[in-house]
C-alpha cells in the first residue's frame, strides 16, 4: 500500500474553478490523487479541466460533501490550514513539522489536508473540527498564498519526506472525526444542562475542550467509555435545578 493513498485534499468551498483545476495539478505533481470538495464552485468548469492539464482525471474521482464534518468523517487526523494566529488558533504547525508527525501514522490512520476558502479561508468553528492546525510561514507584508500554492507547498513537504520515514510498529487506532464529533455533540448537550457552559456562547470552552481532548488523541473505546459516563451525567442530573450558585 502507498501510505500517501489514505491521505485526502478537502477544499472548503473552494471558489474558482481555475483554482481547483491547479489543485488537481499539484496533487498529481506530489503523488496524491485523492481530493474532497466540501460545496463551493462547479468543478466541471471548462477553466477546471483547463488548469488541471493532465491530472482532469482527479476531477473525475473528486467526491463532494455538504459540510467539513461530514468530509472529515471517516479521518482519524485531519489538519487545517491558517495563515492566521489568534485565541483559538494555538499550537499551529509548519508544514514540515505537520507532515513529519503525519507520515508514520498513515500505516492506519487516514488523513485529511484542510484547506479554506481563497478570499477569508476556515473559519474558527471549521478550524475547531481538525485535530491539528498548520500553517506556512510567509512574509507579514504579504502573506496570502494562492489555494493551489498552499496545496502544493504542503504535499510537497509530505512527497519530499515520504520515502524516509517508518511506518509505526502495531500503532494506536484513533477515533474518527465522525465518532469524535458525535461526541462532542453529547457533551456540549450535557454540559449546557448542568450549567457549566454559557448558552449565550458554549463554544467559548468547547474549542478549548476540543483542543484538550484531540490531543488526547483517543482511540474509539476511550471515546466510548466518555459517552458513557456523560449518559450517566445526563441520567443522574435528572432533577438538575441550576447552575450551583457561588
Known amino acids: 500500500m502507498n501510505p500517501l493513498d489514505n491521505i485526502s485534499i478537502v477544499l472548503v468551498e473552494p471558489q474558482h474553478p481555475g483554482n481547483v483545476g491547479m489543485v488537481c495539478r499539484a496533487m498529481k505533481n506530489m503523488g496524491l490523487t485523492r481530493l474532497r470538495i466540501v460545496k463551493g ?51 499551529i504547525l509548519t508544514a514540515g513539522e505537520a507532515a513529519e508527525r503525519l507520515l508514520p501514522q498513515l500505516g492506519s490512520h487516514r488523513a485529511a489536508l484542510v484547506f ?13 473540527l481538525c485535530s491539528w492546525n498548520a500553517t506556512i510561514p510567509t512574509s507579514e507584508e504579504y502573506g496570502s498564498l494562492n489555494l493551489s500554492q498552499a496545496v502544493l507547498l504542503f504535499c ?33 448537550e450535557v454540559l449546557l444542562k448542568i450549567g457549566f457552559l454559557n448558552p449565550q456562547n458554549p463554544d467559548h470552552i468547547m474549542r478549548s ?23 450517566q451525567i445526563d441520567w443522574a442530573t435528572g432533577t438538575f435545578e441550576g447552575k450551583k450558585k457561588v
Open 156 to 188: 510537497y513537504e509530505i512527497f519530499t519526506r515520504s520515502g524516509s520515514f517508518t511506518l509505526e510498529e502495531e500503532p494506536r487506532k484513533q477515533a474518527t472525526g465522525g465518532e469524535l464529533e458525535s461526541y462532542f455533540g453529547q457533551m456540549e
Open 116 to 128: 479554506g476558502r481563497e478570499d477569508s479561508g476556515l473559519t474558527t468553528g471549521e478550524l475547531s
Open 41 to 91: 464552485c462547479r468543478i466541471d468548469h471548462p477553466d477546471a479541466v483547463k488548469f488541471a492539464v493532465s491530472a482532469g482525471d482527479l476531477l473525475g474521482t473528486a467526491q463532494r460533501y455538504e459540510s467539513l464534518a461530514d468530509a472529515l468523517a471517516d479521518r482519524e487526523i485531519s489538519i487545517a490550514t491558517t495563515r492566521r494566529h489568534g485565541k483559538y488558533r494555538q499550537e
Open 209 to 231: 475542550l476540543r483542543r484538550i481532548l484531540f490531543r488526547a488523541e483517543m482511540d474509539s473505546r476511550e471515546v466510548t467509555i466518555l459517552r458513557g459516563m456523560m449518559t
